[in-house]
């Protein structure tokens, strides 16, 4: 009887031994449930904030960077000075008109005489070998190779801007999941405590859960110097600090079907392309206007003037004023000018041959940029893929080891290493989203169509071709387009 006795009480101590582990393991999986299950369900891209009406558009961000980006805007103006360049060259087949005039005044031995005259004299070129000719179609052609340029400067804003916003989401995203990760791991710590005050643990495993915390401090505090960071490039290009965001979706439907029709796309349309061709061009009459320099040249002129003559006394001659008139030409033959011409047609030769193989750099750069966003854009889908599975598998394993560690198969340094299995697959699905619409935006960038109009930005559109026709035959003015 007495050892019977004992044995139930023995028993009776086992079983209430077991009754705060188990209490334990119930409240751990409570809270993998709440940290992890219910937040795996809903976090995609956006799960980590609820998304309110009025948060910012990846569509409404772009269309800030398309109006107040200062280095877009400087771009911009950079155009308009291209602009003034042809009116410039133009003003070779216009006439110069200049009013001349002078005083002269001679004194010797006591006689004295003053002449002067004034007048208007007016010069035409009427041939320079060429040169006005050649340097309008230059400057012409400078200006379409600006314009592409700013359309490429544009192409690269918007997908800065695109990169920039789903950079902040990306951060924000993993700061949530560092402060999840912290909360799940300061609840091991207390759980850690409770199994050693009851006999169900180890100082160890205490000390390896406060451990794991302590690095989950750390990783936040990183995560969210990474959200500054982010934001701080948001506000550069975009202009605005970043609000709360609503999610994005990679660009789809406006992709190519296949790699070969990117790149095929891209040779036709990138606007990187199109600008080195219009600088061959304006590099081949560049050219042909300085051997125009080594032609003759005819100019004719024509003056009138109103002169004067004021003699002392004592000298012979009248005084009085006369007015006189001239019209004629002037034909130069250009024999040797000290080897500047022939070193200008040389240079102009040698900057030819040079425009010519930036064609070939920007074909083979572009063509490069469309494989590298391609393979990105495709590895990116994969990987979001993949991830998503790693998530769910990382998630059930977690949920089994803290079971098996309840019944003693396990340790509290394999409930960490699952956990850091989770954060881990978590933090890859959210930067492989990331990834993902950051490419399909390098894509359409890649092969010229990153454009207001493509992406429907609900923003005017700037037209660098109206202060271009403002000015292009401009006689006269000193004021811009603007009112400047």
Known sequence: MPAAGTSSAQSGAREQSKTPAVALGRVERLV???????????????????????????TGALSKAYQNNSSLNSARAGVRVTDEGVPLAKSGYRPTIAAVGSVN???????????????????????????????????????????EALRNTEQNTLF?????????????QIAALRERNLAFLAEQVR?????????????????????????????????????????????QIIGDDPG?????????????????????????????????????????????????????????????????????????????????????ATLTIPIYQGGAASTNVRRSKEEFGQARIEVDVAHDGVRAAVTSAWTQYTA??????????????????????????????????????SQDDVITAQINLVTAERDLVVASYAILSSIGRLSMRNLGLKVAEYRPQEHYEAVKDKWYGLRTPDGR
Do not use: C, W
């Not at 070998?129 to 200006?143: L, P, S, Y």
């Not at 920039?164 to 951060?171: C, K, L, S, T």
């Not at 598998?393 to 098996?404: F, N, R, S, Y």
């Open 32 to 58: 993998v449930a709440s940290l992890n299950g219910k937040f795996l369900a809903a976090f995609l891209l956006s799960a980590v904030m609820v998304t309110p009406v009025g948060a910012e558009t990846i």
């Open 380 to 417: 990116s889908a994969e990987v979001v893929a993949a991830s998503r599975e790693a998530v769910s598998a990382a998630q059930l394993a977690l949920d089994g080891v803290i079971e098996e560690r309840n019944v003693g198969q396990r340790t509290t340094l394999d409930v960490l290493d």
């Open 105 to 147: 005044y001679a004194s010797q031995a006591g006689t004295r005489i003053t002449t002067g005259s004034f007048g208007v004299e007016i010069r035409q070129t009427l041939f320079d070998g060429f040169q006005t000719k050649n340097n309008v179609r230059a400057a012409e052609a400078r200006v379409r190779a600006a314009n």
């Open 191 to 235: 759980a850690s405590k409770s199994r050693f005050e009851v006999g169900e643990g180890t100082r160890t495993d205490v000390a390896q859960a406060e451990a794991g915390r302590s690095g989950a401090v750390a990783q936040l505090s990183a995560a969210r110097a990474a959200v500054l960071s982010s934001s701080a490039v948001y506000r």
């Open 244 to 328: 709360k965001l609503r999610a994005a979706g990679p660009l789809t439907k406006l992709l190519p079907g296949t790699l070969g029709q990117a790149i095929a796309i891209a040779a036709a349309e990138h606007p990187a392309i199109k600008s080195t061709q219009n600088l061959v061009d304006a590099s081949s009459f560049a050219v042909k206007s300085a051997e125009g320099a080594l032609l003759p040249g005819v100019t004719a002129s024509a003056g009138v003037s109103r002169g004067f003559r004021n003699n002392s006394p004592d000298l012979t001659g009248t005084s009085g004023t006369f007015n006189s008139g001239n019209i004629g």
């Open 160 to 172: 800065n801007a695109a990169s920039a916003y789903m950079d902040v989401i990306r951060d924000r």
